[in-house]
């Protein structure tokens, strides 16, 4: 197995290359040497390399590799090996794929080291394409060029090759980020990092009894990786490559206010914090605010996708100052999950609060999704008589037929989940929490004029269903009861799947027009096709529908009348009709079903009642009221 050491220029690559051939006898095979004579006066130029530039050169150095194995001899390759494509040509026809380390590094160093170098063909006008070039690898050892080019070898040592590494290595004592909190989250990002390569320094507070020696015995527990444990934060922050990247995972609200209180006066200009909860946009757009005053770069990134999206990768929505995003979008983009197409589900959002706004309106869509799903279940269940399987059974057919989502995934699978024999959900109070985004989304929606019916319905849901106790007894005291529609010919699974496909897109229209409606607001310049692109994995509401909204929104306009949702509304219009109505008289509650239907009628509304309340306002206020029948920015007062 032969080993390939890659990044850009300057990376360092040939010196560490070099330096592993000689730790472990190995022949050492520097890419550079091996370029077309007609690439090498390009480059000397400052001309960039193109893909034809690059195929036989990657072809001659995959034939050495080839010639290496076919002799049993194992060899170190120092190449840029930019892209996928690239790799994939120079591990071609290999037994053993190639053990890769991917030096990264600061766009600032790469370009001093640049600068520094004499004689060399490689200038540093060409390291801004090869890094536009560059596809990071995954499946690769992440390694960062702050340490030493001894440093990396022993740690590259130390991850191929356990056994020969010197015994005294210990983890350099730099990390490439640090992680602030321990909790759930706090500890599955540090693990995605770590696991890839990257070290990255750990730190929880101490709450004497409850919380002690947190990330120590984390840090313990997976010793294998490169992770800096600490119970100080002066030593955390000083274990930081600079400039210092720091990720906050705390609660939102107080227990942010408080670490950036005690983490400010040991920052220097030029570092950067990022809060990676679910805070308030508008405390977010005031931090970055006053951390920009003392010249700290603040981020908000929402991220997506709980313990197992942070664990194998979450959705990314990283807002702030832009200067401050580039300095750690190498380690966001890493973190993400990716999108079909293999990018990375993370962009940079917007300035101010835009990506926890951002993240608060993908909870409100969740928060929509959820009871959509719980509405169509209850339907199933306590109206139409069918079994928790019977109910897998039709979601199946959804999940298998355009509908399908995560959280419809788990949805099937929490109907499925046994206890003791009987079904786990049975034995689940039906009292609903929340934390606040949802609430946060709808005040948003009040606040920027625009509608937000569905999602409003699914956080008020939420808060009906926490009074368990009055609904008991509101059910005696009118004894209302749920009633069957067994045989009632107007429902049946199919129109119930076509009724959720009409919420399902309502709800998505609803969250997207907030966002536009705050884009126009607040000058944010949101990319809604971007977003959804990055909500097409990691991310709770990931679903079909989400990868076909990237194209339709790539076009302005409201999503209501992008022609494609005209076409799907219009084709189930009835069905969704029919079964919110039919739902109804059956005394069951929908409240996000009968909202979305609710305002998809009004939105068809050509000659809507409002003319009455106008009327209404100026009879006993005076407000004055536009005519039809004069010019339309004309308002008039009647004595009624
Ligand atoms: C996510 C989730 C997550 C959120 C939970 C719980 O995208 O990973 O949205 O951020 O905390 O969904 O939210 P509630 O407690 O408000 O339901």
Same mark, same amino acid.
């Not at 004579?37 to 193109?50: F, R, Y």
């Not at 191929?160 to 983890?171: E, G, I, L, W």
């Not at 992770?227 to 274990?239: I, R, Y």
């Not at 990506?355 to 109206?383: P, S, T």
């Given at each position: 197995?032969?080993?390939m050491v890659m990044g850009v220029s300057g990376s360092g690559k040939s010196t560490v290359g070099?330096?592993?051939?000689?730790?472990?006898?190995?022949?050492?095979?520097?890419? +550079?040497?091996?370029?077309?004579?007609?690439?090498?006066?390009?480059?000397?130029?400052?001309?960039?390399?193109?893909?034809?530039?690059?195929?036989?050169?990657?072809?001659?150095?995959?034939?050495?590799?080839?010639?290496?194995?076919?002799?049993?001899?194992?060899?170190?390759?120092a190449c840029s090996a930019l892209k996928g494509?690239?790799r994939?040509?120079?591990?071609?026809?290999?037994?053993?794929?190639?053990?890769i380390i991917y030096l990264h590094g600061e766009e600032d160093v790469l370009r001093s080291r640049l600068?520094?170098?004499?004689?060399?063909?490689?200038?540093?006008?060409?390291l801004q394409?090869q890094l536009q070039t560059l596809e990071i690898p995954q499946e690769a050892l992440h390694l960062n060029i702050v340490h030493t080019p001894?440093e990396l070898v022993?740690q590259i040592?130390?991850h191929?090759?356990?056994?020969?590494?010197?015994?005294?290595?210990?983890?350099s004592?730099v990390a490439s980020l640090?992680?602030?909190?321990?909790?759930?989250?706090?500890?599955?990002?540090?693990?995605n990092l770590a696991g890839k390569g990257i070290s990255v320094?750990?730190?929880?507070?101490?709450?004497?009894?409850?919380?002690?020696?947190?990330?120590?015995?984390?840090?313990?527990?997976?010793?294998?990786?490169p992770?800096?444990?600490?119970?100080?934060?002066?030593?955390?922050?000083?274990?930081l490559e600079k400039p210092?990247r720091?990720?906050?995972?705390?609660?939102?609200?107080?227990?942010?206010?408080?670490?950036?209180?005690?983490?400010?006066?040991?920052?220097?200009?030029?570092?950067l914090?990022? +809060?990676?909860?679910?805070?308030?946009?508008?405390?977010?757009?005031?931090?970055?605010?006053?951390?920009?005053?003392?010249?700290?770069?603040?981020?908000?990134?929402?991220?997506?996708?709980?313990?197992?999206?942070?664990?194998?990768?979450?959705?990314?929505?990283?807002?702030?100052?832009?200067?401050?995003y580039e300095k750690v979008a190498d380690i966001l983009n890493f973190l993400a999950?990716?999108?079909?197409?293999?990018?990375p589900?993370c962009?940079?959002?917007?300035?101010?609060?835009?990506?926890?706004?951002?993240?608060?309106?993908?909870?409100?869509?969740?928060?929509?999704?959820?009871?959509?799903?719980?509405?169509?279940?209850?339907?199933?269940?306590?109206?139409?008589?069918?079994?928790?399987?019977?109910?897998?059974?039709?979601?199946?057919?959804?999940?298998?037929?355009?509908?399908?989502?995560?959280?419809?995934?788990?949805?099937?699978?929490?109907?499925?989940?046994?206890?003791?024999?009987?079904?786990?959900?049975?034995?689940?109070?039906?009292?609903?929490?929340?934390?606040?985004?949802?609430?946060?989304?709808?005040?948003?929606?009040?606040?920027?004029?625009?509608?937000?019916?569905?999602?409003?319905?699914?956080?008020?849901?939420?808060?009906?269903?926490?009074?368990?106790?009055?609904?008991?007894?509101?059910?005696?005291?009118?004894?209302?009861?749920?009633?069957?529609?067994?045989?009632?010919?107007?429902?049946?699974?199919?129109?119930?799947?076509?009724?959720?496909?009409?919420?399902?897109?309502?709800?998505?229209?609803?969250?997207?027009?907030?966002?536009?409606?705050?884009?126009?607001?607040?000058?944010?310049?949101?990319?809604?096709?971007?977003?959804?692109?990055?909500?097409?994995?990691?991310?709770?509401?990931?679903?079909?529908?989400?990868?076909?909204?990237?194209?339709?929104?790539?076009?302005?306009?409201?999503?209501?009348?992008?022609?494609?949702?005209?076409?799907?509304?219009?084709?189930?219009?009835?069905?969704?009709?029919?079964?919110?109505?039919?739902?109804?008289?059956?005394?069951?509650?929908?409240?996000?079903?009968?909202?979305?239907?609710?305002?998809?009628?009004?939105?068809?509304?050509?000659?809507?009642?409002?003319?009455?309340?106008?009327?209404?306002?100026?009879?006993?206020?005076?407000?004055?009221?536009?005519?039809?029948?004069?010019?339309?920015?004309?308002?008039?007062?009647?004595?009624?």
């Open positions: 197995m032969s080993y070099r330096l592993l051939a000689e730790r472990l006898q190995l022949h050492f095979i520097d890419a +550079d040497d091996h370029h077309l004579a007609t690439s090498v006066e390009k480059m000397s130029q400052g001309i960039p390399l193109t893909d034809d530039d690059r195929w036989e050169w990657l072809q001659k150095l995959n034939h050495l590799l080839q010639q290496a194995e076919n002799t049993n001899q194992e060899v170190v390759l494509q690239y994939q040509i120079l591990g071609e026809g290999l037994a053993s794929p190639l053990k600068g520094n170098r004499k004689g060399h063909f490689m200038t540093d006008v060409l394409s001894e022993t040592m130390q191929f090759k356990p056994d020969s590494a010197s015994p005294s290595f210990t983890v004592s640090g992680i602030i909190g321990m909790g759930v989250m706090g500890k599955s990002l540090a693990l320094a750990v730190f929880n507070r101490t709450v004497p009894g409850k919380e002690e020696q947190v990330a120590e015995r984390f840090a313990e527990e997976n010793q294998t990786l992770l800096l444990p600490f119970s100080e934060l002066p030593q955390f922050v000083q274990a210092r720091i990720l906050l995972m705390v609660k939102a609200g107080r227990a942010v206010e408080e670490l950036l209180d005690q983490i400010q006066p040991l920052l220097e200009e030029g570092d914090v990022m +809060d990676g909860g679910n805070s308030q946009y508008q405390d977010t757009t005031r931090r970055v605010a006053e951390m920009k005053t003392r010249q700290v770069h603040f981020l908000g990134v929402g991220i997506s996708g709980g313990e197992e999206g942070a664990l194998k990768g979450p959705s990314l929505m990283p807002g702030g100052e832009k200067a401050g999950a990716q999108d079909k197409n293999g990018k589900c962009t940079y959002v917007g300035p101010d609060g835009a990506g926890h706004f951002v993240k608060m309106v993908h909870n409100g869509i969740e928060y929509a999704e959820m009871q959509a799903l719980a509405e169509a279940y209850q339907l199933f269940r306590y109206h139409l008589n069918f079994s928790p399987s019977g109910i897998v059974e039709e979601f199946t057919k959804w999940q298998e037929s355009g509908l399908n989502s995560y959280l419809l995934e788990i949805t099937i699978a929490i109907l499925q989940k046994q206890e003791d024999g009987t079904l786990l959900l049975d034995k689940i109070l039906d009292a609903a929490d929340q934390k606040g985004t949802g609430g946060w989304s709808t005040a948003a929606a009040l606040e920027l004029g625009t509608s937000l019916d569905s999602i409003a319905a699914a956080v008020m849901a939420r808060h009906l269903s926490a009074l368990k106790e009055q609904r008991v007894q509101a059910a005696t005291l009118y004894g209302i009861e749920p009633e069957q529609l067994v045989g009632v010919p107007l429902l049946h699974a199919q129109q119930l799947k076509q009724a959720f496909e009409g919420v399902k897109l309502i709800n998505h229209a609803f969250g997207f027009e907030l966002m536009r409606q705050a884009s126009l607001q607040f000058q944010w310049n949101l990319n809604l096709s971007e977003i959804a692109r990055i909500w097409t994995n990691g991310c709770i509401i990931r679903s079909q529908l989400m990868e076909e909204l990237v194209e339709m929104l790539k076009t302005e306009g409201p999503l209501l009348q992008h022609p494609c949702i005209v076409e799907r509304l219009s084709a189930i219009f009835l069905p969704f009709k029919e079964t919110v109505a039919a739902g109804i008289k059956a005394n069951a509650a929908l409240p996000v079903s009968s909202a979305a239907l609710n305002y998809f009628l009004g939105y068809n509304t050509v000659q809507s009642p409002a003319n009455l309340i106008q009327a209404q306002r100026d009879y006993f206020g005076a407000h004055t009221f536009r005519r039809t029948d004069q010019p339309v920015d004309q308002y008039f007062h009647v004595d009624w």
